[in-house]
């Protein structure tokens, strides 16, 4: 069975920072590309950043670029996502999500884990 | 990576059949045909419906359907029934970089 467990969510300060945690099991890790998207209270799904199965290529969603770093340690099976200088418009539940390819060519997202809360409040 | 548009509501009676609209660009939903659709129920993660613009994952009702026209994707749903009132969001592959994902604004389907 796909399970993948987000961590590391919290109460933030604004301009601080938090490391977001995804730990899969139930498939290959490094057969897949990964990514992070959120979803704000009451709102809808944002693609936050994406990573291929090599670190090869990653990408990022203007509204972070600069602030968030994605990375991925196929040896630990394990994603993550490095925000900095957090703003109260990045409050959000943040899923840890599976591509359906190695590269994300043309590949879509059809695993997510449950999400973990971001809030970014003084 | 402007978000795809969707109607914010849709309804129908059970038993009735309904679509939901999801429009984009020639840099997205026009450009490919790699649009997913996914149903998310209040407090639960979203789940893949439809991908690929009409493939249905395994497990998927055959009461969900997937199509698509210039750079318009329709997502419809026959024999309406209780469970299916949900949130609907669509997705894209962009141009903009192989690893991002547009989104729609998502629209909410009552059964009435």
């Known amino acids: 069975e796909v399970q993948l467990v987000e961590s590391g969510g919290g109460l933030v300060q604004p301009g601080r920072s938090l490391r977001l945690s995804c730990a899969v099991s139930?498939?290959?890790?490094?057969?897949?590309?990964m990514h992070w998207v959120r979803q704000a209270p009451g709102k809808g799904l944002e693609w936050v950043s994406g990573?291929?199965?090599?670190?090869?290529?990653?990408g990022y969603a203007d509204s972070v670029k600069g602030r968030f770093t994605i990375s991925r340690d196929n040896a630990k099976n394990s994603l993550y996502l490095q925000m900095n200088s957090l703003r109260p418009e990045d409050t959000a539940l943040y899923y840890c999500?599976?591509?359906?390819?190695?590269?994300?060519?043309?590949?879509?997202?059809?695993?997510w884990g449950q999400g973990t809360l971001v809030t970014v409040s003084s | 990576q402007s978000a795809l548009t969707q109607p914010a509501s849709v309804s129908g009676s059970p038993g009735q059949s309904i679509t939901i609209s999801c429009t984009g660009t020639?840099?997205?939903?026009?450009?490919?045909?790699?649009v997913s659709w996914y149903q998310q129920h209040p407090g639960k993660a979203p789940k893949l419906m439809i991908y690929?613009?009409?493939n249905r994952p395994s497990g998927v009702s055959s009461r969900f359907s997937g199509s698509k026209s210039d750079n318009t994707a329709s997502l419809a749903i026959s024999g309406l029934q209780a469970e299916d009132e949900a949130d609907y969001y669509c997705?894209?592959?962009?141009?903009?970089?192989?690893?991002?994902?547009?989104f729609g604004g998502g629209t909410k389907l009552t059964v009435l």
């Open positions: 999500a599976r591509d359906s390819r190695v590269t994300g060519q043309g590949g879509h997202v059809d695993y």
């Open positions: 139930g498939f290959t890790f490094d057969d897949y590309a």
């Open positions: 990573i291929t199965w090599n670190s090869g290529d990653i």
């Open positions: 020639i840099n997205d939903v026009g450009g490919y045909n790699f």
């Open positions: 690929d613009v009409t």
């Open positions: 997705s894209s592959y962009t141009r903009s970089s192989t690893l991002a994902r547009v």
